[in-house]
């Protein structure tokens, strides 16, 4: 056959894929992708082989039948890319061949999975294999050499080398693939960024910031934390641990010191991961701010959108858009860090392989999933020992993994000498309890009112959104004021902004909110009520209140148990491990040792080290390389189904990304993200820039909306034609001006 081709030609053009451009294009770029953590020659031989079936002459046949159409060919073409890297010496890594388009299968089916295309077929494989010797003119005999001694010596370690490979493979396929149908000379992939200059322009910026405060008592604090974490970041990588008290500047200190140990190790890149029920747009507003240079490329990126881009219904090529985290300085959110990690399936996974080689904050790491720190503590334990990872773990209640096997023998390196003494330091408030006589959302609404401003913290939107209703007949709209992921980001950033401002002039501010203002969000209130909640959360709650240390008697906290007030079902254990610990009469929720009792109590009572719990299960998968029961859940044998409950999950269900340009600070702006829906709608490839430009306007509902008569009408999806869990779609109901997306909360206790 004279030419053998990958791909039709883009619409509108006439130029064919050649197969053997695109082989040599990924198996280039996987190779790249896999060195720093010594797989590169797997790495290679992997993109090599991954599309050789489509060298068969039925491929090709359909293939020119499909062009003008935009099918797919619908012909195997990994099997025997496949069977030449298992029987050559790769063994269970060729499954990372098998699966670049429909994802990683479990390890023990991969042989019988493979053999069994290729029987179906051989006069396809025989065509296939007469063009090898063009098409790989340097093809080994034999890998078995290139695989390190470690990934084949503990299954764990392999395991997690498969998955960095994969990610690598379907990263190098999808830009490679992308650059042909959008009509670029190469595929897009960002020169490697200077972290030391990085990190010398977030010195000097952040110098000039803290220049024009002032000094103070709390500034004098929060310079000590920094410095001890620049010193510390001169160690050799491995797992960090800062362990400073709200409001002693996490957010800087952990960016300065991820930011000079990837200088000082040549490390690749820093990612930032944020609880999921959280606002990651204030850490990446403050790391734009000083590490974004006018002109150029921004260095931050942001990623927290939820579609699915692997559901066939989002479209043929949805894939390729998938955010691969190409970035020197990346944002993100435990679900989508831990579930990449943990998922089998190409869109999902293809930004894996950056975890190697990079520094990685884990912030508010108390609100890491109780049900899966098996699994994470693992992957974390696997990254830094064997991948060239560094983790820094960053929170005011640190929690106590090293009472769990998975932890037990990781050597720590705390970035603050001396915990308790810091938090006595910093100790800004007084803690009230009202949870005998359980007052009424309404009875908080009016306690709030009364005082001069106030923060509640409720654990549920609907709960939000009912004392917001209670302060809107009686104060002005720029006094009261409302904060949930109802509300798209750009709209939450647009508040607190609001709200600074109108604190730091010393107007009267009320303000409800769910547990996104919890984590790192820098406000400060002198009152603040919480809704009883976990430990953690009570703490972390505390700190939103004389932050900045301004009142001589201490910010007050009140702690309440409200008669009418909902939350999340995972809560109820918590809570009650809560109370055994804190309250009156017993430990304040900034008490080291009581926390450090209250997590192991916690831990105890999940039963997490019991070998039929949910983590160690998925643990005795990973053992096993079972990446879609790891993934999807095992088999059940009555109803012949993948159990859901028993797959890896940072939340129970995926949400529904929506986006609301109707959150668009300005008609002129809500008609330009308008027409980008539009321009995402009709391109047969989605761009990944625009798709990121409506991530400001994103949020994610729970599945349950879709319950609701009429809603599922109010949802028009963005890729594909289905509305659905893990979709992209535009909501095209009412947005109030103040509480987002309006829907029924009795149908909707909470949002992702």
Sequence with gaps: MSSLWAHSPAPGTSRW????????????????????????????????????????????????????TGRPVGTDHKSLGTRIAYERGLGPFAGAIFGHHGGLIDGPDLQGAFRRRLAEAPGNVLSAERELPGLLP?????????????????RLVGEMALRLCYSALVDADSLDTAAHFQGLASPRVRPDTDLGYL?????????????????????????RVYVDCLAAAERDRGVFRLGAPTGAGKTLASGGFALRHAEKHGLRRVIVAVPFLTIT?????????????????????????????DDPAAGRWARLAAENWDAPFVVTTFVRLFESLYARKPSAMRRVHRLANSVIVLDEVQALPHA???????????????????????????????????????????????TPKLVSDLRRVRYEWQLDLRPTLADIADQAVAEPSALVVVNTTANAKAVYERWRDVEPDDVAWHLSTRMCPAHRRRVLEQVRARLGRGERVLLVATQLIEAGVDVDFPVVFRAIAPADSLLQAAGRANREGTIAEGGRVVVFAPEDGGHPPAYKTLVGCTERQFGPDKADPDDVAALGRYYRNVYSELNLADGQHVGQRIQRARQRWEFQTVAEGPMDASTKARDRKLAFRIIDDDGISVVTPQGAETPELRRELEQ????????????????????????????????QSGVTALLRPILGNEVRRGALVEWLGEYDDATGINLDPNLEQFVV
């Design 281 to 309: 747009e204030q850490n990446a507003a403050v790391y734009h701010r000083l590490l974004d240079e006018e002109g150029a490329e921004p260095a931050v990126l942001e990623h927290h959108s939820q579609a699915d881009f």
């Design 676 to 707: 980008l829906i539009v321009e995402l709608r009709q391109a047969p490839v989605a761009d990944l820039a625009k798709l990121r430009r409506l991530q400001a306007y994103t949020t994610s509902l729970h599945p349950s909306v879709l319950k």
């Design 372 to 418: 899966m720190l098996a699994p994470i503590l693992d992957g974390i334990r696997l990254l830094v020992r064997h991948f060239g990872a560094t983790v820094l773990l960053s929170s005011a209640t640190q929690p106590s993994f090293w009472a769990l096997d998975e932890f037990k023998d990781v050597p720590c390196t705390d970035l603050v000498h001396d």
């Design 138 to 154: 340097d093809l080994s005999e034999r890998f078995d050499h290139l695989v390190p001694a470690d990934w084949r010596e503990d």
């Design 199 to 223: 990190y010398k322009l977030f010195e000097r910026r952040r110098g000039e910031e803290l220049a024009g405060r002032g000094g103070t008592a709390i500034g004098s604090l929060r310079e």
């Design 17 to 68: 894929h050649s197969l053997a451009d695109h082989l040599r294009s990924t198996a280039g770029l996987a190779r790249r992708f896999t060195a720093p953590f010594g797989g590169g020659e797997v790495g290679y031989w992997l993109g090599a082989l991954h599309d050789v079936g489509k060298a068969s002459c039925a491929w090709q046949d359909k293939l020119a039948a499909v062009a003008s």
